[in-house]
């Protein structure tokens, strides 16, 4: 089966890092993404990994280990408009549909 | 910069109504597909499309739905008869081939079914 695990909430104050982490068990492996959703928007691109290492991209940085199954989503000099849910997903073949995590919440506070 | 649009972005209809949701995916890309987010879950897949015809469908997308590309820009899906549990925002997504990096999404139209 497919499964995506990430956390539900998180919560971090302005000017902190934190870390997303996702965990997931698919079929097979096409690549690996993180999106950015605000309440009531679409999701909006943040990172792609296929390879497995960092990928680092201004404040957001994403890394992914194939062998574990692992990834995690790194958001530095948080700021407050970064409260969003955060949404992992895989596509298992190319040209395929995306899997989607249940998404982590994130609430950056003053 | 190119970018997914969706019509309308509010529908509001009846139980067991017809509707039409539209979109127009960015020009040059290949690949679209049909997602649905309900309130407070993950996004679904529903349906993806690729050479005029569907390539994946997802256990969601029954006889209710189906899905065309009338014309070289709009991209449509349907659901022939409403039910209260297809009240969810519908995004519909683009890309530009297979192994492409980045799905773009529209910004989604909220159906509500009373």
């Known amino acids: 089966g497919q499964n995506i695990d990430q956390p539900t909430e998180m919560t971090a104050t302005e000017g902190a890092i934190v870390q997303i982490n996702c965990t997931y068990q698919t079929s097979g492996f096409n690549g690996l993404f993180w999106y950015q959703q605000h309440a009531g928007e679409a999701p909006t691109f943040l990172s792609y990994?296929?390879?497995?290492g960092l990928e680092e991209k201004g404040r957001f940085s994403s890394f992914l280990s194939r062998s574990k199954g692992y990834s995690y989503l790194l958001l530095k000099e948080l700021q407050m408009k970064d409260s969003a849910s955060y949404l992992c997903?895989?596509?298992?073949?190319?040209?395929?549909?995306?899997?989607f995590g249940k998404g982590t919440t994130l609430s950056v506070s003053s | 910069e190119p970018e997914v649009t969706q019509t309308p972005s509010h529908q509001v209809t009846q139980m067991g109504q017809e509707v039409i949701l539209r979109c127009v995916p960015i020009?040059?890309?290949?690949?679209f597909y049909w997602y649905r987010q309900i309130l407070g879950q993950k996004v679904e897949f529903l349906v993806s499309f690729y050479n005029n015809e569907i390539s994946e469908k997802s256990e969601i997308f029954d006889d209710q739905f189906s899905v065309e590309r009338p014309d070289g820009s709009n991209f449509t899906l349907k659901i022939r008869s409403t039910k209260l549990e297809d009240s969810a925002m519908y995004f519909c997504?683009?890309?530009?081939?297979?192994?492409?990096?980045?799905?773009?999404f529209g910004p989604g139209t909220r159906l509500t079914v009373l």
């Open positions: 997504a683009s890309e530009s081939t297979g192994e492409a990096n980045e799905q773009f």
């Open positions: 997903a895989v596509r298992d073949q190319a040209g395929t549909a995306l899997i």
């Open positions: 020009s040059n890309h290949l690949y």
């Open positions: 990994n296929v390879l497995d």
